[in-house]
């Protein structure tokens, strides 16, 4: 399957490409841009040059104008870059177009997350999880697979429609590859939900939030175990779920996917399983990197991505990772220009719409292991009353416990 998608591509240099419109503006587009250069470096690329343009909406030909167009092909002669990115989910029409005018691979953002989704799968489930969300991103793209056929056919009446009959032939098998991935994914689905019931009614804590903030650290030093964790996108796809124990009372946390901006509906489609942690949590703590520029955006992002896995509102703690790398540039008393979010400290963010959430918010670094006391007493205590209220007859345990402490 691998071969559909970009492994021809790596270590290649590339050019990435973004639109400005009433939808995301430039400073939108620009940070787009970043992480889609993020992205790219995860898949063993570099990217070199970014392209933007102003539209109003994309060109439903070549996604750009054709004259930015123009202006890319020349930079990629000149430079001899082989690879174009673009940030959004292009149609079949658009790639086949954009191919034609470049003569060379072009990738959007669903099928290079789909390429690091690949490559970061370990067990059989990711990897079926995985490969199914492929073959149906791919499904509509298959024309543009048999566009060779075009130069070969001529005006010859011998040659017509050999493409059409390929490309039927290969709908079909991919559609039958469809059918088979989503009967294995049932069957590895019923295992798993047999296994979530064997837990018990142990009160279960799921870690959420955009890729990159710090969760898999943070699963670390909660559960005292040694998930994988490292500064690259995407490093966690498998749910990782742990025993954990503070003071007294025992739980249990998962550790999940990490989220992201324009997340391919197919993966979304095909993980689901994988997100019934997040469905079948008792409290969510939403893990954010408060360091990032634009983190409240990411806190949407996810809160939209919950939104669409589980509908039921859930008790939710917001943890402010990498304290540690926030900085600010404090304006001059003689600087009469409108403040902007890089001038706001720490202190003043949390006094903030923060400062409303009182025992909902938690500020720490997982790496410098600051305040992590303090989030541990968090959780504790939502998961104390979420115990209590499932087992009231616990409660009077707790109290003399509580006792003995004191």
Not at 27 to 35: A, F, P
Not at 161 to 173: H, K, P, S, Y
Not at 307 to 319: F, G, N
Not at 363 to 378: C, G, H, T, V
Request: glycine residues 4%; charged residues 30%.
């Amino acid at each position: 399957m691998k071969d559909f998608i970009i492994s021809e591509s790596k270590n290649e240099q590339a050019i990435l490409v973004g639109l400005i419109t009433h939808e995301q503006n430039e400073d939108q587009v620009r940070e787009y841009l970043d992480e889609l250069a993020f992205l790219a470096e995860t898949a063993g690329i570099e990217p070199v040059k970014n392209f933007t343009q102003k539209l109003d909406y994309p060109n439903p030909v070549t996604f750009v104008g054709t004259g930015k167009l123009q202006e890319i092909k020349q930079y990629m002669e000149d430079h001899e870059i082989g690879l174009v990115i673009f940030d959004d989910e292009l149609s079949p029409k658009q790639i086949r177009n954009i191919e034609k005018e470049l003569q060379v691979k072009i990738l959007d953002r669903t099928s290079l997350i789909l390429d690091i989704f690949a490559m970061r799968a370990q067990t059989a489930y990711a990897k079926t999880q995985v490969e199914l969300a492929q073959y149906q991103y791919l499904l509509p793209r298959l024309t543009r697979l048999w566009s060779h056929l075009d130069r070969q056919r001529g005006g010859g009446v011998m040659m017509r429609g050999v493409g059409e009959t390929q490309l039927e032939t290969d709908r079909r098998i991919i559609l039958d590859k469809i059918a088979k991935l989503k009967e294995d994914l049932k069957g590895i689905d019923k295992q798993m939900a047999s296994q979530r019931k064997n837990r018990g009614k142990m009160v279960r804590v799921a870690l959420v939030g955009y890729t990159n903030v710090g969760k898999s650290t943070l699963m670390n030093l909660l559960s005292k175990s040694e998930v994988f964790a490292e500064n690259r996108l995407f490093a966690t796809l498998d749910t990782t779920v742990r025993k954990v124990i503070i003071d007294n009372l025992p739980f249990l946390l998962s550790d999940t996917v990490g989220f992201i901006r324009k997340l391919p509906t197919h993966l979304v489609e095909s993980f689901k399983s994988t997100l019934d942690e997040v469905r079948e949590a008792d409290l969510l703590v939403h893990v954010v990197d408060i360091s990032h520029p634009n983190f409240e955006e990411q806190i949407e992002v996810v809160n939209k991505t919950l939104l669409e896995i589980d509908k039921e509102e859930k008790p939710t703690i917001l943890v402010f990772n990498k304290v540690d790398a926030f900085t600010y540039t404090p304006k001059d008393e003689d600087d009469l220009t409108p403040r902007t979010k890089e001038n706001v400290s720490l202190d003043e963010l949390k006094k903030s719409w923060m400062s409303k959430m009182h025992d909902d918010c938690v500020f720490i670094s997982a790496k410098e292991k600051m305040n992590i006391d303090e989030l541990k007493q968090k959780v504790y205590d939502r998961v104390k009353e979420i115990h209590i209220e499932r087992y009231p007859y616990n409660d009077f345990l707790f109290q003399k416990y509580d006792e003995e402490i004191e």
